[in-house]
């Protein structure tokens, strides 16, 4: 299970009470609750942690992200190939 702060980045990746929980950045008692809270309900923790798997297989997995980058710079190059009209 991931604790992590509400952050560009970190809220792409984690969706609070779906995959881990998210904290408001520089907050130490929002982490104090957050951590006591995962370690005080492992039914959570192990939920979390089970859908934090799934996520990352689905989503950030070598061959996901290398589809997903080919894709991106083949709609570049078609973009970039089209003729401008005026």
């Not at 929980?21 to 130490?28: A, D, E, Q, S, Y």
């Not at 951590?35 to 798997?53: F, K, P």
Request: net charge positive; glycine share 6%.
């Amino acid at each position: 299970a991931v604790i992590t702060t509400d952050a560009i980045g970190c809220r792409e990746a984690v969706a609070d009470g779906d995959n881990g929980l998210l904290i408001p950045p520089r907050n130490p008692e929002a982490l104090s609750r957050a951590i006591e809270r995962l370690l005080s309900d492992a039914v959570l923790r192990r939920r979390l942690a089970h859908r934090g798997r799934e996520r990352a297989e689905q989503e950030f997995a070598a061959p996901v992200v290398i589809g997903k980058t080919l894709a991106l710079y083949g709609d570049m190059l078609a973009w970039a190939s089209t003729p401008v009209r005026a």
